[in-house]
């Protein structure tokens, strides 16, 4: 069964700040989805990147990066100079096939 | 652009009432999804249609049920609601399954009193 885990349950940093979020997932199958969405305070999930499991390319896009080794099964989330509005819930997600599962979520709290 | 539209989007019902949650996808989406979430939670996987029909089931309890309509709207059927019902409800599409990326409406925030 395809698992995700995010062990990192709360962070805190101060505005400009780099921070790494953790995702480390488990499948049996070849071929995967990877995902990071953000949940703000307002409840909406926003959908942040998708990877599939023969794409190992780093992506950056603006203060977001994100490195995916297959090699450790993992799939982690940096935000560079990190702001006040960083602050949310970030989910990681594996999809297999239909369904997508979600880790537990890290709390990021970017201070002032 | 337009994204998946959730309604309502809050909702207050008593214990073992009825709940209907309605949710129109991305236009040309054919896939939806259906995920609860509750307080402190990650969202759990309940069922899934494409074209339809049901393609995939979660943890989904026997009191819902629900259904994908010809124009690819989908309802959630909640019936006998309990308290441990409140949760957010999230409705997502995407276009085909495989792994497409799938977009989340806001979310209806169900409370059971």
């Known amino acids: 069964a395809q698992k995700v885990t995010q062990a990192q349950t709360e962070i805190s940093v101060v505005e400009k700040e780099d921070v790494t979020l953790d995702c480390v997932y488990e499948?049996?199958?070849?071929?995967?989805?990877l995902f990071w969405y953000k949940q703000p305070p307002s409840g909406e999930l926003v959908f942040l990147i998708r990877?599939?499991?023969?794409?190992?390319q780093n992506e950056i896009s603006g203060r977001y990066s994100w490195n995916f080794q297959k090699s450790t099964s993992s799939f982690n989330f940096t935000i560079t100079a990190s702001q006040v509005v960083d602050s949310a819930v970030y989910f990681c997600a594996l999809s297999e096939a239909v369904d997508m599962r979600f880790g537990a979520g890290t709390r990021l709290t970017v201070k002032p | 652009a337009a994204g998946v539209i959730q309604s309502p989007r809050h909702l207050i019902k008593e214990k073992r009432e009825t709940a209907t949650l309605k949710c129109y996808p991305i236009?040309?989406?054919?896939?939806v999804y259906w995920y609860q979430q509750g307080p402190g939670q990650d969202p759990q996987f309940l069922i899934s249609f494409y074209e339809k029909m049901q393609s995939d089931k979660g943890s989904i309890p026997d009191r819902f049920s629900a259904q994908q309509f010809s124009d690819y709207h989908s309802e959630l059927n909640m019936s006998s609601l309990e308290l441990g019902d409140s949760a957010l409800y999230f409705c997502a599409s995407s276009e085909g399954a495989d792994g497409n990326t799938i977009y989340f409406g806001e979310g209806s925030w169900l409370t059971v009193v």
């Open positions: 499948t049996r199958d070849t071929t995967y989805y």
């Open positions: 236009p040309r989406h054919d896939t």
């Open positions: 990877r599939n499991s023969f794409d190992e």
